[in-house]
């Protein structure tokens, strides 16, 4: 990424049927990004086409996970 550190926690989510942009190129980005998490949502599409609720789920459940991380590390301080 041209030098660029990136600390922050990122998180992608990719529909497992995606025509526009295939599973398999984002996973190559997950391979550069450090801090990244990866979901595949299996079956869906692009825009996640009858998968809302999985998609706000992971999103939802992503949050928690990195409220709780930071919440650990202010309390380790």
């Known amino acids: 990424m041209n030098g660029c ?8 989510v990719h ?3 995606d025509i526009t942009i295939p599973a398999e190129s984002a996973l190559e980005f997950d391979k550069i990004l450090p801090n990244h998490k990866f ?4 079956g869906a599409d692009h ?3 009858d998968h809302q609720d999985e998609l706000a789920s992971v999103v939802v459940n992503f949050i928690k996970e ?4 930071d919440k650990g590390a202010s309390i380790r301080h």
Do not use: C, P, Q, S
Request: proline share 0%; glycine share 10%; charged share 20%.
């Open 47 to 49: 825009v996640f086409t």
């Open 5 to 12: 550190i990136i600390n922050d926690r990122i998180f992608t």
């Open 15 to 17: 529909g497992g049927a």
């Open 39 to 42: 979901h595949i949502i299996e």
């Open 66 to 69: 990195t409220l709780n991380k």
